[in-house]
Every structure is written in C-alpha cells, then in structure tokens.
C-alpha cells in the first residue's frame, strides 16, 4: 500500500468508538495498492506503541484478507498515516499487537 495517507480531517479527535462495531461509526479511506489499484480500508482500532499511534485496517469489501498496520501521525492538524519500514519499529508494533489480539480473544 502506499504511504502518506490523510486520514482525520483537523476536527477528529479520534473519538471514534472502533469497538462497537456499528455501521454509522465505520470510518472508510481509499488506498493504493502495489498495483495502482484503489482499495477502501476501514479503520478497525487505533493502539499506541510507546509514544507513537498506529491504526489497524481492513478491506471493506474483504474483512477476511490481513489487515494492515500503519503509523499515525499528525501534520498540519491532520492525520497522516505511513508505512513502517523499521524492522525495529515493526517488531515492537507486531508484539503488542498480538498482546492485544489475545486479550481481546480471551
């Protein structure tokens, strides 16, 4: 997917409620894959690593394919979302990622 995304205009605070699931609450953005092609992802859950936030998404029109995992960051009173491409930074995101993955399964 390609990196430098807008996600939350400068009146979100991302008070969104990801968890309850309800269709008025679906936040929807438009990225392009390796292939030029545009997919909507829906932001899932938003989680922080550390001091930085990261946003997990899923394609709208295929919830069952791997989400990803992008930072969140915020320019100019928006939301920017970017690839991670620190190996470091990586494993630290899929660690507590999976820290949450499995609480939430519990």
């Not at 997919?39 to 791997?66: I, Q």
């Amino acid at each position: 997917m390609s990196e430098d995304k807008h996600v939350h205009g400068e009146d979100c605070g991302c008070g969104h409620d990801h968890e309850n699931g309800s269709e008025e609450e679906e936040f929807v953005l438009t990225l392009t894959d390796e292939q030029g092609n545009d997919v909507e992802m829906v932001l899932v859950e938003t989680f922080d690593v550390g001091e930085k936030v990261y946003a997990l998404l899923l394609e709208r029109e295929n919830p069952e394919a791997d989400g990803i995992i992008l930072r969140m960051e915020e320019e100019n009173e928006e939301m920017v979302l970017y690839n991670i491409e620190d190996e470091e930074e990586w494993k630290a995101v899929e660690e507590v990622y999976n820290v949450l993955l499995a609480a939430s399964q519990e």
